[in-house]
């Protein structure tokens, strides 16, 4: 697996795991970035058509931001469009996974609630970790 | 109670910590006393617009996917939680001290597991386990048992080195 992150995230996405991380904002490193089985996409927009032309024939391609623009061009890949929806045993699942340390979720900080505003700006920065906000 | 609302899409300060209607739980719903919300990145390209197409806002609105905290009250029928259960959920409007999850949506937080933790847990699981599974973006026995662990989007290799270097 191969994880397309934020260029401030690569180191972090290799230490989780990843066997390679590459930086989706550098055309160049997608532009290396050889043919892939399939693509599951989280993050939809300008990349997607970028990486949708990197899967193979009768790959896959799963989408939570609906399909990318140009899908049609790519009749021998399947576009799965899909939206993650509640399920409380994969929340409990992964909770105790991440309890027994057999996975890690970097928690990056705790903000109140009264600060979401600042709390949100940094978030969408691109830190490394997740933000919580408390009541 | 206090909530972080948004009364039109914008920059972060559109955020506006202020009151805003006790939500009440209908039947089959459970009223959380929100002790943790986590931020993912669905909730600021809500918050700017920039996801208007797939998730439209209706003003004035508390964002917020993940959250924690205690079982406040229960909404008619529900019968498998109780008062001052500690539990998580994937939900809608969690930047609140007052959130409102249905039960089918709700889980108890595993002993051991913190009000902070439970509360980043949520949509990321969802998300990772339900697009590696359901859209498989790679072959069965390649699946990884922690598709969440990629942080934002994930390929799977199709050259033999790569897959050599995967097991």
């Given at each position: 697996?191969?994880?397309?992150?934020?260029?401030?995230?690569?180191?972090?996405?290799?230490?989780?795991?990843?066997?390679?991380?590459?930086?989706?904002?550098?055309?160049?490193?997608?532009?290396?970035?050889?043919?892939?089985?399939?693509?599951?996409?989280?993050?939809?927009?300008?990349?997607?058509?970028?990486?949708?032309?990197?899967?193979?024939?009768?790959?896959?391609?799963?989408?939570?931001?609906?399909?990318?623009?140009?899908?049609?061009?790519?009749?021998?890949?399947?576009?799965?469009p899909m939206t993650a929806h509640p399920a409380p045993a994969t929340y409990v699942h992964y909770a105790e996974a991440i309890r027994?340390?057999?996975?890690?979720?970097?928690?990056?900080?705790v903000m109140p609630l009264s600060d979401a505003a600042q709390a949100q700006a940094a978030a969408e920065k691109g830190g490394v970790?997740?933000?919580?906000?408390?009541? | 109670?206090?909530?972080?609302?948004?009364?039109?899409?914008?920059?972060?300060?559109?955020?506006?910590?202020?009151?805003?209607?006790?939500?009440?739980?209908?039947?089959?719903?459970?009223?959380?006393?929100?002790?943790?919300?986590?931020?993912?990145?669905?909730?600021?390209?809500?918050?700017?617009?920039?996801?208007?197409?797939?998730?439209?806002?209706?003003?004035?609105?508390?964002?917020?996917?993940?959250?924690?905290?205690?079982?406040?009250?229960?909404?008619?029928?529900?019968?498998?939680?109780?008062?001052?259960?500690?539990?998580?959920?994937?939900?809608?409007?969690?930047?609140?001290?007052?959130?409102?999850?249905?039960?089918?949506?709700?889980?108890?937080?595993?002993?051991?597991?913190?009000?902070?933790?439970?509360?980043?847990?949520?949509?990321?699981?969802?998300?990772?386990?339900?697009?590696?599974?359901?859209?498989?973006?790679?072959?069965?026995?390649?699946?990884?048992?922690?598709?969440?662990?990629?942080?934002?989007?994930?390929?799977?290799?199709?050259?033999?080195?790569?897959?050599?270097?995967?097991?």
């Amino acid at each position: 697996m191969i994880a397309g992150v934020r260029k401030n995230q690569i180191d972090e996405a290799k230490l989780l795991g990843a066997i390679d991380a590459i930086d989706l904002s550098s055309d160049s490193a997608i532009a290396k970035l050889g043919t892939v089985e399939g693509v599951a996409d989280a993050v939809g927009g300008d990349v997607a058509p970028k990486l949708l032309a990197k899967v193979k024939p009768g790959g896959n391609y799963g989408s939570l931001l609906g399909p990318p623009k140009d899908a049609a061009l790519h009749p021998t890949v399947n576009i799965k469009p899909m939206t993650a929806h509640p399920a409380p045993a994969t929340y409990v699942h992964y909770a105790e996974a991440i309890r027994d340390g057999k996975l890690t979720l970097q928690i990056d900080r705790v903000m109140p609630l009264s600060d979401a505003a600042q709390a949100q700006a940094a978030a969408e920065k691109g830190g490394v970790g997740k933000i919580v906000l408390t009541p | 109670m206090k909530a972080a609302v948004l009364h039109e899409y914008g920059p972060p300060s559109n955020l506006k910590y202020e009151d805003f209607p006790d939500p009440k739980p209908g039947p089959g719903e459970v009223l959380i006393a929100v002790r943790a919300a986590s931020i993912n990145p669905i909730d600021f390209k809500m918050r700017s617009g920039a996801a208007k197409e797939h998730f439209p806002v209706t003003f004035p609105a508390v964002l917020g996917r993940d959250v924690a905290g205690l079982v406040r009250a229960l909404g008619e029928g529900v019968k498998d939680f109780a008062v001052g259960d500690r539990v998580f959920a994937l939900a809608w409007g969690a930047y609140a001290e007052l959130c409102v999850v249905k039960a089918a949506d709700l889980a108890k937080i595993p002993e051991g597991v913190d009000m902070t933790t439970a509360a980043a847990v949520p949509l990321v699981s969802c998300t990772g386990d339900q697009l590696i599974r359901e859209a498989r973006p790679c072959s069965p026995a390649r699946r990884f048992s922690s598709p969440e662990r990629s942080a934002a989007s994930a390929a799977a290799p199709s050259s033999p080195r790569a897959r050599s270097a995967q097991r």
